[in-house]
């Protein structure tokens, strides 16, 4: 029978300023996925942080973009947010952009990503919970993970990975999606995932047998808003093993620290740190970006774990490397490469100056 993982994410409030999340707003999440659960809505849940924002980790057998599953959700995230508000945490609620609940998560503010699977004799999955990022940061680790033989030598000697996989990749600003095939579509794919400001990898599929390998929550906020709301902090789910890559072909990417969109207001360059989950409270100019992968063996839908996965020495070189980059990045202040280009701080202060200071420009 087939089932569903689903996390779920949203940003309802930061302990201090937008730096982590307050232990009543987490433990408020994890009474009420526990309660889910007695109440059979669920057949598992976990509840965890990333930075400021709250995951929830369920799995159920209600079908993707399950309406019940949802609105539980929104429901948990605006009762998060009135704890929030009660504590006078910073930006208690941001990522909830609606009123009131209308059958989807999906444009309401909070990401998901959401795998639907047959459970295979042994099923590790690992989350990934970033923050001070936005959609879009998945893209290159993606790419090494499902494209990449000297990232995943199991693309040229295991049969089972072999025939390659797809990328359904979406452009978030014309919601447009289109679906390469690799590996003779490599080039092609790079050309858009290249710039994940505007296109982010939902979903990865083997080729071979039709399942899906990975997804991504590629809800862009500032997008969704009209205005800046604060960074999209993204969610993926990859399966391991078997047709799909091993756990530590899975993690191998993060052995550098990628460079992202996101830090300070979302409006800067950072380099995207992986770290245990007790080190995923960024406080450095709202940074660095972070990255916390939490390892899962499902067992007849039940979550068996988590593993803190970057709990590890082995990532402590990318962990100095993004401090070395971050001080880099840094003293260029308010200067590209460190700010974002103009055409992604249009949803910021720019269009304002931009017109206040129109009449003032003249001809050369």
């Given at each position: 029978?087939p089932?569903?993982l689903s996390?779920?994410?949203a940003?309802i409030?930061g302990?201090?300023?937008h730096?982590?999340m307050h232990?009543?707003v987490l433990?408020?999440?994890r ?11 669920l057949?598992?849940g976990q ?10 980790i369920?799995?159920?057998d209600?079908?993707?973009?399950s309406?019940?599953v949802?609105?539980?959700a ?6 998060g947010t009135?704890v929030?508000k009660?504590?006078h945490?910073?930006?208690?609620g941001q990522d909830?952009l609606v ?9 309401a503010?909070?990401g998901s990503?959401e795998?639907?699977y047959e459970?295979?004799?042994s099923?590790?999955v690992?989350v ?9 940061a998945?893209?290159l680790?993606?790419?090494k993970?499902f494209a ?8 040229v ?9 797809a990328f359904?990749?979406h452009?978030v ?7 390469l095939?690799c590996?003779?579509e490599?080039?092609d ?13 939902k979903?990865?599929?083997n ?6 390998a990975a ?8 997008l969704i808003?009209g205005r800046y709301?604060?960074?999209d ?9 078997g047709?799909f890559?091993?756990?530590g072909e899975v ?5 550098t620290a ?5 830090f300070?207001?979302g409006?800067h ?9 007790a080190?995923?409270?960024p406080s450095?100019?709202?940074?660095p970006?972070r990255i ?10 039940k979550?068996v774990?988590?593993r803190d ?5 082995s990532f402590?070189?990318a962990?100095?490397e993004?401090n070395?980059?971050?001080?880099h990045l840094?003293?260029?202040?308010p200067?590209e490469?460190h ?9 910021t202060t720019?269009?304002a100056?931009?017109?206040?200071m129109?009449a ?5």
């Amino acid at each position: 029978m087939p089932r569903t993982l689903s996390v779920i994410k949203a940003d309802i409030g930061g302990y201090v300023g937008h730096s982590a999340m307050h232990p009543e707003v987490l433990a408020l999440g994890r009474e009420q996925v526990e309660r889910a659960v007695r109440d059979g809505l669920l057949i598992d849940g976990q509840a965890h942080a990333c930075g400021d924002d709250l995951f929830l980790i369920m799995s159920h057998d209600q079908g993707q973009d399950s309406e019940r599953v949802h609105h539980f959700a929104w429901d948990l995230f605006i009762a998060g947010t009135e704890v929030a508000k009660k504590l006078h945490l910073y930006g208690a609620g941001q990522d909830l952009l609606v009123d009131a609940f209308s059958g989807n998560i999906r444009g309401a503010g909070p990401g998901s990503a959401e795998v639907e699977y047959e459970e295979r004799p042994s099923e590790p999955v690992i989350v990934f919970m970033g923050d001070k990022t936005s959609a879009g940061a998945f893209n290159l680790p993606f790419y090494k993970m499902f494209a990449d033989p000297f990232n995943t030598a199991g693309l040229v000697i295991a049969e089972s990975l072999h025939g390659g996989f797809a990328f359904e990749v979406h452009d978030v600003k014309e919601h447009k999606k289109i679906v390469l095939n690799c590996p003779e579509e490599i080039y092609d794919l790079l050309v858009f995932i290249g710039s994940p400001a505007r296109y982010a990898v939902k979903r990865v599929v083997n080729r071979s047998t039709g399942e899906i390998a990975a997804v991504s929550s590629t809800d862009k906020l500032s997008l969704i808003a009209g205005r800046y709301v604060g960074k999209d902090d993204p969610a993926a789910v990859v399966r391991c093993q078997g047709t799909f890559p091993a756990v530590g072909e899975v993690l191998e990417p993060f052995t550098t620290a990628w460079i992202v969109e996101g830090f300070m207001r979302g409006s800067h360059y950072g380099p995207w740190m992986p770290t245990p989950v007790a080190q995923a409270h960024p406080s450095r100019f709202d940074g660095p970006p972070r990255i916390a992968a939490l390892g899962f063996q499902l067992a007849d839908g039940k979550l068996v774990g988590p593993r803190d996965m970057f709990d590890d020495p082995s990532f402590d070189n990318a962990r100095a490397e993004a401090n070395r980059v971050a001080d880099h990045l840094r003293k260029h202040g308010p200067f590209e490469p460190h700010r974002l280009p103009l055409d992604e701080m249009e949803y910021t202060t720019m269009p304002a100056v931009a017109a206040k200071m129109k009449a003032r420009w003249s001809e050369m």
